[in-house]
């Protein structure tokens, strides 16, 4: 995920842009060695570290606190491990069919069920010997698509020789019979589930409800729910205080810990897990641990890569003791005697790919290709003292950029035509939010030699792609944008959003690696939703009219209620077999009819995909075609506006949601943005390093709205790309250049691979593979396809207070 980052820009001395496979380990000392994020934030992950697997999300530590099991779930491979925890060493790997965040192991040690995900099993392995065997399976149901429970949570009853199960697609619980691997019964729970948890002392069972800001209490007996006990937004872990009465609540959207009167069996605290007291949401507290006397609670913070930690000795009255800084989106913490552990779902940094993906070869575990985006690992370091907190803290504060006075007080020209300030007076009224589908900078724009572009890499070029250039070069063009998500599934979330909720983040892997589960992550499940909702939600709030061409609708459907009235029914949503000079029509026609009675909503999403292409399916426009379709249909839209009565008054944007599908020689996530507006600087190029949230905020502030999330609010805004005299010239369309009949004639290797990949909805193709087909497609069968870059920014040695 991408983000602005002037302070390197400013720093270009001290920065070294590098490709690593691994970074370097974290020193304590005096000296600092920060990784600079390229979406703002930075890493200062302390201690040892241990490459573990893709996307690992949960991590169980045996009772004696010598080895610990991690399952990873990303995109790729999915694997359980075994580790020494003295030796920090990984002693045996086992590959599974799929698996997710569900892990529990048997007193003994010997014993370890790990969640199936959608296989809808839970797999029963042995740890003998210190390898690990997969001896036998628990089965809910048929697997994905026939069986829908999708296994999320365990956790074991020895007493009763039980395991217990929650599912987050069809919200029960099942439970097993150990001795002799039945089913006993199925309880449906009335909202999806993350993590269950046994507590032997008090017989019950509690349940993290993912969907219904609430922990169920259960009896194991009957499995009657003794109590619903409303927590906050999008409960996950749960912790037990193996002493006392409490139970502790992760609650990601709430960037918050509940804790929970056991006794009560109500909310007794609310622990705050944010840098900042009333941050909007963006921290994504997903993890917890205790110390091993119970007085010190460490909260995983996912998205500000952290450990928020509270002193908890005295019931009621919890203390914040500061921050630890961590590896990239912390998933799980683990303190055993005096030494914490904390699973890094992403690892340190991005990396160069230079052994990527060939369709044509058999995929290797050394195979690097950009569908594997998050090689995790673990962080091993001595708890620190109260000096060594301090410090850590400054480190954290330091590698934050969202502070409060930058929420309240964007950077920007305090002259210029995007306010500062949330609620002061812009002169641009109208704002026009065009997101297309997956391309990186490179690809379209990487010829043009005003920016910083590799015209090797430029599949769709100006004679493809007019439209595109015109616009960079009569207003501005930028070459150091960056998107925030990593695929549709996230960035339809980003670019509406300014943030992916902790089930978008968790869930979209598993999906897009061909392991199961629906695609449900604009708008189809609530549980997706951020808690504030998005950007239209806001502009609800605030009275600011809207309406949406097929962004989160399609036709007159959607399923948004703050949709609902606000949705052109004409225009359709995701299809590539519908042009998108035909939704420009579709929305001229809307624009002119409310135009003609002053009703032009001040904020308009409109959806143009079509540059996603369908590859060389046989039948099916080429991929030149579709992208000179789409890039007419905006040149077209620009055009019509700019000769409206409302273009003195209107901005522009135009982005892609991902930049999934394509190379880019600087990073897999520079993308594009247009910005086309009286006020936009004209023949201008601007290197500073911007992103989707920043442009999200850009929007904010012309329309009075706050920021989103933490991400928006410490973004910064695009205002260098504008100027405070208006010009008003418009803009022409430039025609398209090739034939957009033109379509698929070839049946080869590509044509095949095209016709057995689905995309009737977004991102169902891995999408290394359809980089090669497209790549192939225009280039011929035997161009070779260049591997995607993943960027770090790497500062040595800052010398920078962090106390």
Known sequence: MKY???????????TVFASCGRAPQMNTGDKVERNHLANGWALTPIGTQTDLGDLPLNAVVSANGQRMAVTNNGQSIHSLQWLDLAKTKVLSTLEIEAGWVGLTLNQAGTRLYASGGETNKVWIVSTEKDELTLIDSLVLTQPWPEGVASVSGLSLDEKRNHLYAVTKRDSSLYTFDLATGDKLSRTPLGASAYACSYDAGRDELYVSLWDNDAVAVIDPVDFTTKARIEVGYHPN??????????LFVACADENAVAVIDLDKLAVSEQLNC????????????????????GKTLYAANADNNALAVFDVARPGFSESEGFIPTGWYPTA????????????????????????????????P?????????????????????????RYTGMVYTNTPYTKEKELLAAGDPNGPIPRRVGDPSPIKYVFYIIKENRTYDQILGDMPEGNGDPRLCIFPD??????????????????????????ADGHNWSTAAYATDYTEKVWPTSYGGRGGAYDFEGQREISYPKQGYIWDYCLRAGISYRTYGEFSNLNETYLESLEGHMATEFPGYNLR????????????????????????????????????????????????MVADNDLAIGKFVEHLSKSSIWKESAVFITEDDAQNGPDHVDAHRSLMLIASPYTRRKHVESTMYSTAGALRTMELILGLPPMSQYDAAATPLFACFQNTPDTTGYRAR?????LDAVNVRKNSLSELSEKIDLDREDQVPDELFTAIIWKTVLGEDAVVPAPRRGAFIKIGEDEDED
């Open 333 to 364: 913490v683990k303190a055993v005697g005096d030494q914490l552990y904390v699973v890094n779902g992403k690892g340190l940094t991005t990396k160069a790919n230079p052994n990527g993906p060939n369709p044509y070869e058999r995929r290797t």
């Open 578 to 625: 519908i042009r998108d000079t035909l939704r420009y029509s579709r929305w001229e026609a809307d624009f002119d009819s409310l135009l003609a009675v002053n009703a032009v909503p001040r904020f308009n999403t409109i959806r143009f995909g079509n540059d996603h292409t369908s590859g060389a399916r046989l039948g099916s426009p080429t991929p030149a075609a």
């Open 4 to 14: 602005t980052l002037p302070l390197i820009l400013s720093l270009a001395l001290l």
């Open 366 to 390: 050394e195979t690097e290709y950009i569908a594997r985006l998050f090689p995790g690992n673990l962080s091993a370091f001595p708890v620190p003292d109260e000096a060594g907190l301090k």
């Open 463 to 488: 004679s493809v792609s007019p439209n595109h250039h015109a616009l960079a070069r009569e207003f501005v063009l930028l070459d150091n944008y960056y998107v925030d998500a990593e695929v549709s």
């Open 237 to 246: 872990d749960l912790l037990r205080h193996p002493t006392d009465n409490r």
């Open 735 to 739: 025609p398209a250049n090739i034939d």
């Open 274 to 293: 944010a840098l900042y007291p009333d941050a909007p949401t963006g921290s994504t507290t997903n993890a917890l641990a205790l110390s091993p006397d």
